[in-house]
């Protein structure tokens, strides 16, 4: 056994044995049975991915059984949901490893430098799944309208989303100098971003995004010829998303009573509460968009009837509905196309909204 093995030994037994804070007066720490009000955590947490892991495979559905599609959006869609799941499994873990939940003074060091890492890791997964789920949204406003103007939007939007959260994730990683530092609090030398302050900040401008994701399609809704119900309708499926708006403000507002409190262990079960919830009430609100199309099949005296997807086999080339398409796509999809979809039976192979060959027909499906 070398020298250094003993003194290593000693310094992790040390670390077990003091704590991570020194208590209020007149309070004694207790390693072995803490207060704990961690509970709320692990709740949310289950729910909220259980929920989100409904949503994914309602969307799923939707989109590759029914539309028989799987394109951009749907990807970014599936890479939130995975950093939900790793974000649920490691707040959980924070509160069984690291002592979230927990009086700072009950939690010894090392436990608090698991929470600190498990800190780091579930920042990332947080601010990457956000940008993955409104990155979903926006390709798939894309998808809804040829718009230069809105198109343009919707590129900016999603410039300044991936810009500013991937700079919050380099910033989360690299927050301390030494990188050490960030979880370990027996090193002295060096520096700290002050992480509180650029958390209300980073949550303030992703509260604008999340304002700005939700109203941009509603100037395209409005402006375009759609009877008044499917108006209606498209508009209260967008503004589901005024609950991840709500969310994100509580939020912010559980981080700002946070700046000046010592005991972060205890102090930070709201705000983690908080971000389960937004980010997996985002992940249902982007699988509602593409809903129609699966209650439809399953509610068809509710929603309307459904009519079975027609097949290639039953269009003949005599039928005058196939005659005016051939002729649409001859004529580079000009004129004919609102004929030729009104010819045609409607299915429900179709997203939940759909833009016609004119740039004013949008019809919810």
């Not at 003091?18 to 720490?29: D, E, R, V």
């Not at 704990?36 to 309602?58: E, G, K, W, Y």
């Not at 969307?59 to 790793?86: G, H, N, Q, T």
């Amino acid at each position: 056994m070398s020298l250094s093995e003993p003194l290593l030994q000693s310094a992790v037994t040390v670390r077990e044995i003091i704590g991570a804070a020194p208590p209020p007066s007149g309070i004694n720490p207790s390693f072995q049975d803490p207060e704990s009000n961690a509970q709320p955590i692990i709740i949310s947490s289950l729910v909220c991915s259980a929920i989100a892991t409904l949503a994914l495979f309602m969307r799923l559905y939707a989109r590759v059984v029914i539309s028989k599609k799987f394109e951009a959006p749907d990807y970014m869609f599936v890479a939130s949901w995975v950093c939900s799941c790793i974000l649920s499994a490691l707040t959980v873990a924070t509160c069984v490893e690291g002592g979230l939940g927990n009086h700072i003074w009950d939690i010894s060091l090392a436990k608090f430098t698991v929470f600190l890492k498990l800190k780091t890791c579930t920042s990332v997964f947080y601010c990457l799944g956000i940008m993955f789920i409104k990155l979903s949204l926006l390709l798939f406003y894309l998808q809804i309208s040829p718009e230069s103007g809105f198109r343009l939007c919707v590129y900016v939007l999603a410039c300044i989303i991936t810009g500013y959260s991937v700079a919050s994730v380099f910033v989360v990683i690299f927050s301390c100098s030494p990188v050490a530092r960030s979880w370990d609090i027996t090193i002295t030398s060096g520096y700290c971003v002050n992480l509180p302050v650029f958390y209300v900040a980073n949550l303030s401008l992703n509260s604008i995004t999340d304002i700005a994701v939700l109203v941009l399609p509603f100037p395209l809704l409005w402006g375009v010829r759609m009877p008044l119900r499917d108006k209606i309708a498209v508009t209260c499926v967008f503004m589901t998303g005024s609950a991840v708006c709500v969310v994100s403000i509580l939020r912010i507002r559980a981080l700002v009573i946070l700046l000046d409190k010592y005991d972060v262990t205890w102090a930070l079960v709201e705000a983690y509460v908080w971000s389960s919830i937004e980010l997996n009430t985002a992940i249902l609100c982007a699988a509602l968009l593409f809903a129609k199309p699966l209650m439809r099949r399953l509610f068809p005296n509710f929603l309307g009837s459904a009519v079975e997807p027609v097949s290639n086999s039953r269009i003949k080339r005599s039928d005058p509905g196939f005659r005016r398409m051939d002729e649409e796509s001859s004529r580079g999809r000009r004129g004919l196309r609102g004929k030729a979809e009104s010819s045609t039976p409607r299915t429900d192979n179709d997203s939940s909204v759909f833009v016609s060959g004119n740039r004013e027909d949008i019809e919810l499906r």
